[in-house]
């Protein structure tokens, strides 16, 4: 199933029309239909109508669209989960393993260092989301 970005756009330029037709039909600027075929935000619940019979689609479509975040693929869902658990894991190994003074601090800092990593990862993963 697309999104409902997609679907704009598409039935958009099916029609003929450019973001700034479209908007004028629909008393917005291009900028926020621009924003709708991006996915970055969603038309205004009681616009969904009258784009619906712009658009020549029914209002079902349109609101049944997945969201561009639901799109993602569960492996997506796991690395992130998996660069967020890394640094925890790190930490807490190097930790117990210094009280028992099982590591030598080269060791620890290139574990700590993989743990920075992975948590920057993750960061720049959250933001792109």
Do not use: F
Not at 62 to 76: I, P
């Amino acid at each position: 199933m697309k999104n409902m970005g997609d679907i704009i756009s598409y039935q958009r330029r099916e029609k003929g029309m450019t973001q700034a037709d479209l908007a004028a039909k629909m008393n917005v600027t291009d900028k926020a239909v621009s924003k709708w075929e991006r996915n970055l935000s969603c038309p205004d619940v009681n616009s969904i109508p009258k784009l619906a019979e712009l658009l020549g689609v029914s209002v079902d479509e349109l609101l049944t669209a997945k969201k561009a975040d639901e799109q993602k693929s569960k492996g997506g869902k796991i690395i992130n989960i998996i660069l967020k658990a890394v640094p925890l894991a790190m930490g807490v190994a190097v930790a117990i393993l210094s009280i028992q003074n099982k590591i030598d601090t080269r060791n620890a800092l290139i574990m700590l260092g993989v743990g920075l990593a992975c948590l920057s990862a993750g960061s720049l993963n959250d933001h792109d989301q």
